[in-house]
């Protein structure tokens, strides 16, 4: 499946993949009022130090962690689409997928009901909004990474 | 001097009901400007840091920030205008030589502007070039006067030649004037289209040798990167006499700018000065020029096209005259608002004449000799769009170099800070935090689809004139007319005005 | 190819998810004595604080039985299984046949000798009935005040709820701090001092010895003689595999049923996996009980793997829990109270906002680690642990606060990336 893969020779450091997941994860999907009006914990992670940046996230693994590891059966992983996604009425904050992701690219969503945040991939979208407003094209939704140079 | 007595250029503008507070300014603004202030719970900024490079305006996601000049006024004054005065300012802070990045900004004629193209009506038809072949594909180098063919209908003898499949070359920019992205970006958009880029003064890179059949290797007077693999990697070899922006005087890489790539690159040990001296200390006269010339010949042999590339200055015609006499294969014209990685702005704003004339002049002079078909001519120094390529043809070019462009084309704004090598656009820097900012997958798509663009445009402009081949342009000055110029100034560029 | 499984919980759906991966055609029958859905074990203290409702226990969806092709005898007891013959009894009297079994029968509450424990009002606290029946307690009795004996996970998840239903709590604990089985003492004062601000009394190196009351529990009266008033009560001192139906046969227990990395017991055809199983721990080179959820999964999906006949170990037989309480939450894993010196520890801590961080390791290896109300991106030292990677270029950087994939070298972080 394609998943997306960071090119960190490239990233700029700059969260607007952040910014732009934010805003696509919002009721309004208007940036200005994701940003002001609601409260919405980013679906990835972004690491950096000094002058190395890299957006990371959930890996949507075949054989995945999280799901496994899940108390409530919340986080599943779609058997169609690949995508490893949780179904929000059902999470109930336990934080046990925390506990099992090796990526550490699950979230706690910060304002509102206690349960996780995590990339669905965009899967309603027609692409993951972290990539395709990438300002440097250091994100790329890809089958692998080899594919499409990331080294 | 604790008062700085500058007033602040730019005036950093932000829509406070725009501006999420995401930051991405001020993690993108070498220059520091922009900054949380937690006590406001705002944005703020330093406007005087702020050199109008534009990075923050593209990269906000809500188009919150604008960058305007700074509405404090100078007294009007046409003599001394704020620029003279800041100057002025800035040197009594420093004592030091003004210094100043890309080309020379003054309020200078620009002969492009003044030059018309003719087009086809009615008597010879126009010609569409989305329907009928049109050819752009350009070959530099000595012609022979006349054409011999082997048994295999081959031209005999025919000396190197470097095809180009428009008459367009990416111009010298060293790796260290510019990073080794920028570079990237332009290799390996010339070879997608088919064109040439020159290295520049700065050596080869080890991840540019890939590019070499679209190469052009340059000599200069520090003679940095010069070895038997270097002169034999590309498709021809330059000798850079002199630059538009800077005529007359050498070039100066920092030592902070000479990291380990550019030193292995270079040949120089890490954190020295690049010193160019102002002339090569092996050539005084053209006979000096000659032996350099067959020197690198006879090292790569005969196989590759010779270019010498100078400053347009007073006697360009003469020296032109004398080039290729020497044996040079191509000429390289560089007009005074050729662009520069650091000049002093007084050399850069007063220095050197019009490429528009000197190209004129230096065609003329050729023709007049029987020489034009000995060496090709070849000019840069401000080309800015395809109708300027097409000017320049007319005018007698066999091709343009184009380099700022070519920057504009990978983010350039134009802020002409190169020199402070903080360039936000990831251009004129060797910070690798900011090096990275420049994508070469994304640069290199831009770079080629610039010259493409123009490509077609110049198709196009062709077909209007009803010409299907740009060698019917060459030197064709009856497809311009002036306008808004003097006779003297018609006369030397051998145009007619406007009307005639 | 005929499968039995008994046991609906997490090893149960394992089993059957793992089993339908490989095998989309052979029979499983599922049985279990509770009369449910599958539903999530742990929530049931969630239920009890009146979190979910019983709707929203449910692990899998309503027609997962049927996606699944699985025949369930739900509410019905095994009463004994003849491996020599290859079928099972169940309290009917029915008999069934199989030719792969899994044992999947979880555990049960332990119950120290307590005099007068026929009382009323007394339970234990692992199913959802016993949870909804302290919950028509809770509301029947006005319900004042309850004791819990036992500070671990359950005890203090009961306590939890039972505080958050408005009743003053006394926990009863035999050791000296809570959670004994996965906080070392300091993390455990964090926690009991989070608890107690939120009204919940302990009593420590204590137990209850007797209960007071007529019919109904009206008190407690603990070994050292205190006396505690109380109308309910819950014991919660630990939970051994629920062995029952193994004890008599051929098959081989220790604490648990004995299992290799497959799932597969000493008889063939006959698997177990979770709460009762016993199984290789590859932090301690000895077999184990671990009785948490995603164990108990992940041994069920191997056991059916296996069943169907696919070849799959299971490498993480290792303690892991994440649990919270009144929104103090915590992440450990593996050892976290090492027996002698030849560990490292790394530790930080910030008493005021109750953060403590603790890491355990051997020759370089995280083999254990604590996460106190700082649990973010914990699953990364999960990682480590469990592949037992070499952390000695990052030991440094293991408690910053920017601990993450930017730690390592390019290599090996494109490397996962890229897995
Ligand atoms: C209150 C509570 C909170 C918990 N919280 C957590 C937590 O936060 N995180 C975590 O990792 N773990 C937690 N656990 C532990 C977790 O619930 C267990 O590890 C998990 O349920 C084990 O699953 P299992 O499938 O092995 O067995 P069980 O869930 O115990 O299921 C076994 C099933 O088999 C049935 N059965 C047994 N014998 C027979 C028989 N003879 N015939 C028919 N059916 C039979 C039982 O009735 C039961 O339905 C918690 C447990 C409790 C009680
Ligand atoms: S936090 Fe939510 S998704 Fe994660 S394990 Fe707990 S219930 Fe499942
Ligand atoms: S980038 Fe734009 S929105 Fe973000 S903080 Fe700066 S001005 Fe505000
Ligand atoms: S220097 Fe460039 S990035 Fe910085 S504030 Fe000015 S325009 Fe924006």
New interface residues.
Partial sequence: MKRIYAKEEYCLGCKLCEVYCVTSHSASKDIIKAHKLESITPRLIIESSDNLSFALQCRHCDEADCTRACITGAMQKDEETGVVNYDEERCVGCWTCIMACSFGVIRREQAGKKVIAKCDLCIEEEAPACVTNCPNDALVLAERAEEEGVQ | MSLNYRCPEFLVERVE??C?????CE??CANEVHFYDQDFEKMRAKDENCVNCHRCV??C??NAIGIRKHPSEYKENHNWTAGMINNIQKQAESGGVLLSGMGNPTKKKIYWDHLLLNASQVTNPSIDPLREPMELKTFLGRKPSKLEFDEEEQIKDLPPQLELSAPIMFGAMSFGSISINACKSLARAASEVGIIYNTGEGGLHEDLRQYGENTMVQVASGRFGVNQDYLEAGAGIEIKIGQGAKPGIGGHLPGEKVGPEVSKTRMIPEGTDALSPAPHHDIYSIEDLRQLIYALKEATDYQKPVSVKISAVHNSAAIASGIATAGADIITIDGYRGGTGAAPTMIRDNVGIPIELALAAVDDRLREEGLRNQVSLVVSGSVRNSADVVKAIALGADAVYIASAALISLGCHMCQSCYTGKCNWGIATQE??LV????P??GFERAKNLIEGWAHEIKEMLGGMGINALESLRGNRLMLRGIDLTDRELEILGVKLAGE | MSYLIIGNSAAGIGAVEGIREVDTEGEITLISDEPYHSYSRPLISYYLAGKVEEEGMKYRPDDFYEQHQVKTKLGKKVVSVNEAEQQVTLESGEQLEYQQLLLATGGTPFIPPIKEADKKNIYTFIKLDEAKEIASKVEELQLERAVILGAGLIGLKAAEALRQLGVEVTVIELANQVLSAILDEEAAALVQQHLEEQGIEFIFEDTIEEFLGIAEVEGVKLKSGKELRSQLAIIAVGVRPNVELATGTEIEIEQGIVVNQKQQTNIEGIYAAGDVCQGPNPLQNENTVVPIWPNAYNQGLIAGKNMAGESAEYQQNFPRNSIGFFGLSMITAGLIKPEDDSYELLISKCEESKCYQKIVLKDNQIVGFIRLNDVDRAGILTGLLKEGADISKVKSELLSDSFGYISFDEEWRQAKISE
């Fill in positions: 009901s725009n999420i507070e995401c930051q991405a993690r993108q593209v990269i996601p809500t690798p935090e990275k900012r420049l994508n997958e994304v």
